[in-house]
DNA sequence: CTGAAAGCGCTTACAG
DNA sequence: CTGAAAGCGCTTACAG
C-alpha cells in the first residue's frame, strides 16, 4: 500500500508538503506541487479516506436509512437521490442502511460509530431520543414521509391526495365505497397511511356521506397478491360496494383490478378503483389505473441537495417541514 | 463525543483494557471487564468505527459498484443482497458507489482509497488493470452479469435464455422473427446482450430457418416507451413479422404489447412476444407476458454471502464462474 | 491479568 | 514556502 511517506520520499519532500500539495494549499510552490503531483500519479497514490475522516471527523458519507429497500417507493426515492449525487459535484458518497425495524439500534450506531455525516430517513419513525442524539452530535437528519419533531422533515400531502381521490370517486356517482389501508406488524397505521384514511374520510363527510367501518379492509406487505385476496373477500362479503380507495397503493389495486377481472366483475363499469403512488406498471394494466403521484423522485433529490448543503455549511440546519402536494392522474379505472 | 478514554477514566483501568474487554478477550477478568461494560453502557460509548478500520486495515464494508441503481434488475439483486445481509450474522455494512460509467475510475478509488474490503460488480465490466489492481490489493472482487478474467464470475445463461425463448416462438409456429436488443451510447452490446443474440441466431440455424437482419431493432435506454416506438418502427418497415424475442427485456416488450392493443394487433394470434427478466409487472399486463426468469434474487444472495465468506477467510479467493439457469415462463403473449 | 508504548495514515497549528 | 511535532481514536505486541 503506497501511503502519503512513499509519496514525500520520491518527491524529496516532507508529508507535510505532499498533504498541502494534494489539498493544493496555496502555501505551496508551483514547481513543488508539481513534483509532488508526479510522484503521487507516478506511484498512482490516493489517500487513504480512512485516516483522513478520522482526522477531520467527517467520514464524507450520507446514510440512506429505511426499513429495507426492496420497494418501488424507496427505489424511486433513491433514483431522486442518485441523479443529485452525480448533478452536484461533491466528495460525498452515499451508504446504505437497511434497519429492518431495529431503528434505534441501527440509527444509533450510525450516529455514535460515527458512520455517516447526516442521514436521510426513509418512511422511519425516529425516537424522540434519537432525534436528540443526533442534534447533540451535530449530524443533521431528514425524515422523508414520517413525522420527527425536531429534525427536517419533508412529507407528502396523503390528506390531500387521498381527498382528491375520494372526491374523484364520488364525482363519478359512487356510492358505496370501500377503503384499502396497509399497516405494518405492529398493527399500527404510519403517518401516511393514516393520513389518507383522513382524508378519505372528510372527503365523504363534506359531501355528506356517511361510511360504513366494515367497508376497511386491511394488508400488510404490500403485494399484489394481497390485492387479489382482498377483492375476493370484497365481493364475498361487502357486494354492494360500488367504488374502491386503495390507500395501500397501486400495487394492491393492481392485484384488485386483475381479480376483478378474473370474476368478470367489469371496471369501472361495476366497481371504481383508484390507487397511490402511480408506480410505472399502473398505465400498463387494462384498464390502465387511476392514481394519486406523489413526486417521489424530486423528493429525493431535493433531499440530498440539500443534505449536502447542510454539510457544507451553505444551509443552516434547523428542523422544520417540507410538504409536496401530490397530483390526480386520471386514467380508465375510474 | 465520548472515547475509549472517558470510558477507561470511569471504569478506573486504561484504555487497552477497555478495548480487550469491549472485545471479549480472554485475558480479561469477569469482574472488570462487567466493570468495563457497565461505564460504557453508562456513557453510551460506540466505538469509532474510523480509527478501529485505520487500525485493522479493514473498513467492515461491501462495496456495491453499479452504473445505477435505478432498474429493476439492480434492484432485484439487492433485495437478495439485503436479505442476505439480514440472515447472516455478521458486521459487515454496504456501501451502493454508482459509476455513471466512469467505471475505472470510481473502482481504482475504492480499492485504493480503502472505501470496501472487497467489491461486487453489477453489470460491470471492469477493465484487465483494474482485475489486477484487486488482486494485488488482496480485494476480492465477484463481478455479477458481465465478464472479468481474473475474478469471480457470477453469470446467467443468457444464451440459453435466448434459445429457449426463440424455440418456444418457433414450436408456436412462427416463421418471421423479429430480434429487439439493447444497447448503450457507445453502441456496443454488453455480454448478456451480445449472448442473447447468439443463442436466437442459434436456435433460429438448428431449426433450419433463416433471419434477416433487417429485422433486428435496437433500444438504449430500456425504456418502456421505446418498446412502443419500436413496434411502430416494425409495424411500417417490416409488416410481416409474426413473433418478436424482445432481448432488451419485459419493460420494453410491455411496451410493444400496449402499442400493439393501439393498432389493433392481436396477441398472440398476429404477432406472439416473449420478453426477458419476468419483471413483476409481467403478469399484470394484458395478456400477459411470456418471458424468461432469471435468479435474480438468490444470485444477489449468494453473491453477497459469498463475499462475507470470502472476507471472512472461510473460503479462499480464486478466479472461477458461476453460471445460473434461466427459466422459461409461459403466459399470454406466445 | 493489566498497562505503557508504538503505530495505523493522515491533517493542522506552529516554528523557522 | 517547508518541515518537525502532536494528535485523531483505536489495536496490538510486549513487559511486568
Redesign the pocket.
Known amino acids: 500500500?503506497v501511503?502519503?511517506?512513499d509519496v514525500a520520499q520520491l518527491a524529496g519532500?516532507?508529508?507535510?508538503?505532499v498533504?498541502?500539495a494534494?489539498?493544493g494549499s496555496?502555501?505551496?510552490?508551483p514547481?513543488?506541487r508539481e513534483k509532488v503531483l508526479k510522484a503521487a500519479r507516478q506511484l498512482n497514490y490516493h489517500?487513504?479516506h480512512l485516516?483522513?475522516s478520522?482526522?477531520?471527523g467527517k467520514t464524507g458519507v450520507i446514510g440512506i436509512v429505511a426499513n429495507f429497500f426492496s420497494s418501488t417507493f424507496e427505489m424511486e426515492i433513491l433514483k431522486g437521490i442518485e441523479q443529485s449525487v452525480h448533478s452536484t459535484e461533491t466528495d460525498f458518497s452515499i451508504n446504505l442502511f437497511s434497519t429492518l425495524g431495529k431503528n434505534d439500534e441501527v440509527l444509533t450506531d450510525i450516529c455514535l460509530g460515527r458512520h455517516a455525516d447526516g442521514v436521510i430517513l426513509l418512511s422511519i419513525s425516529p425516537s424522540a431520543e434519537i432525534v436528540k442524539l443526533f442534534n447533540d452530535n451535530n449530524c443533521p437528519m431528514i425524515v422523508i414521509d414520517e413525522q420527527a419533531e425536531g429534525a427536517i422533515e419533508i412529507v407528502m400531502d396523503n390528506f390531500h391526495g387521498a381527498y382528491m381521490a375520494t372526491e374523484h370517486l364520488i364525482n363519478s356517482g359512487r356510492k358505496n365505497l370501500a377503503l384499502v389501508l396497509g399497516r405494518d406488524n405492529q398493527r399500527e397505521l404510519g403517518l401516511s397511511q393514516s393520513e389518507r384514511k383522513n382524508g378519505f374520510l372528510q372527503a365523504l363527510k363534506d359531501h355528506g356521506m356517511s361510511f360504513d367501518d366494515r367497508n376497511t379492509f386491511y394488508i400488510e406487505d404490500y403485494y399484489f397478491e394481497e390485492g387479489q385476496v382482498v377483492f375476493k373477500r370484497m365481493q364475498r362479503y361487502r357486494g354492494n360496494i360500488d367504488g374502491i380507495f386503495c390507500a395501500a397503493g397501486d400495487m394492491v389495486a393492481s392485484g384488485m383490478v386483475l381479480e376483478a377481472k378474473t370474476e368478470h366483475v367489469r371496471i369501472p363499469e361495476d366497481i371504481a378503483i383508484i390507487g397511490y403512488d402511480d408506480i410505472i406498471s399502473s398505465s400498463m394494466i387494462d384498464p390502465p389505473l387511476t392514481s394519486i403521484r406523489q413526486p417521489l423522485f424530486q423528493i429525493g433529490k431535493n433531499g440530498y441537495a440539500r443534505m449536502v448543503r447542510l454539510l457544507e455549511g451553505t444551509e443552516e440546519y434547523k428542523p422544520n417541514k417540507f410538504v409536496y402536494e401530490p397530483q390526480l392522474i386520471v386514467r380508465g379505472s375510474v
Chains 1, 2 share one sequence.
Open positions: 500500500m501511503t502519503i511517506k519532500v516532507s508529508h507535510t508538503t498533504s498541502l494534494i489539498r496555496k502555501s505551496i510552490t514547481e513543488t489517500p487513504n485516516a483522513r478520522l482526522v477531520n
